[in-house]
């Protein structure tokens, strides 16, 4: 392309140009400078949307670091999990999961789904954020009357009770499978050691203590209206994933079903080193993913990246994520 004549500029034009504005500022004052400290810090995790006529907020429990891929990760050799990550823009060496709680007013009911990991630190200091995001989102604890939990594992329901042996939601049923409850309070699991053993000692912490308000989740069934328990076993024995409908429009909180957004969508057959049964969380997952797929379903994963919304396609074998865009008016 030729630059007309009439807007050319010459090097030596810019020099002078540069060497008139540099004479300039030295004969001028010095200009107003507004320089900070950096804060390092991040804004409250909540993210607030709309499910039909239900208002929904997702609430962050703060980030999970899994540790190597490989390790959490099973069926596929390094270098191709490695190659998986890279075209994905993520890293190789370290595998972070979000906690994407959910709360949905349905008018009726608040209900929360999961509750992140209350004040263990297993998975490191970035834990635990769950009651101060839920503040800050301007919701009262006390005012959610159901948790519904997916199943019984660290991340998911170590935050009923407080280290003081109080309800973090004192006006809340819960609900859980049976099988699930059941599995994970078992004391003769307690001999088997290693987190096996810590996992059992927490879920007996914070579920036999409200056991007398724990409504079973039981499949194909509503725990509030609205609000229908889909039976998903294999990462635990009683694994649920819960269907929100309102109006014309659904949504499902898919709890577990799958960790993590490019390695167990596009490799779906691949194992989790958490799973109780691996073959079955497998079946689970295609399962449930094939018919959100189909339908077109929004969900909420637990584990995808900060807020955890939007829709899955199928591709090949395997499936495609894709987040919803962010809507910062309601």
């Known amino acids: ?107 009726r009911n608040l209900i929360l789904f999961d509750t992140g990991m209350g004040t263990a630190k297993a998975f490191g200091p970035t834990t635990g954020k769950l009651l101060d995001n839920i503040k800050a989102a301007g919701i009262d604890p006390g005012q959610i009357d159901l948790v519904a939990v997916t199943h019984a594992h660290i991340d998911h329901c170590w935050a009923l009770m407080s280290d003081d042996a109080k309800p973090n939601f004192p006006n809340a049923k819960v609900t859980i499978s ?82 993590h957004q490019v390695l167990l969508l596009q490799r779906p057959r691949l194992e989790f080193a958490f799973d109780t049964d691996p073959k079955q969380a497998v079946a689970s997952r295609m399962r449930v993913f094939d018919m959100i797929a189909k339908d077109r379903l929004p969900i909420v994963s637990y584990h995808f990246p900060f807020p955890g919304i939007g829709h899955v396609t199928k591709q090949g074998e395997g499936y495609l994520w894709h987040p919803a865009p962010m809507k910062m008016v309601l």
């Open 1 to 107: 392309m030729t630059i007309p004549s009439s807007i050319s500029i010459s090097r030596r034009h810019l020099l002078a140009g540069a060497a008139a504005l540099g004479a300039l500022s030295a004969s001028s004052p010095s200009p107003a400078r507004a320089a900070a400290p950096a804060l390092g810090t991040q804004a409250p995790s909540w993210y607030r949307f709309k499910i039909g006529e239900f208002e929904a907020t997702v609430v962050s429990d703060g980030p999970l670091p899994l540790g190597k891929p490989e390790d959490g990760f099973k069926g596929l050799p390094k270098a191709e999990l490695d190659k998986l990550l890279t075209d994905n823009f993520l890293p190789t060496d370290l595998v972070t999961l979000e906690q994407n709680a959910l709360i949905v007013n349905t008018g």
């Open 178 to 259: 049976k099988t699930d409850y059941d599995w994970w309070t078992d004391e003769a699991k307690l001999s088997q050691g290693g987190w096996l053993k810590d996992f059992v000692a927490g879920a007996r912490k914070h579920l036999v203590p409200v056991r007398d308000r724990i409504a079973w989740a039981e499949d194909g069934k509503e725990v509030a209206p609205g609000i229908t328990a889909m039976f998903s076993p294999g990462h635990t024995v009683g694994h649920m994933a819960y269907l929100i409908n309102s109006g014309s429009q659904s949504l499902v909180f898919t709890g577990d079903l799958c960790h």
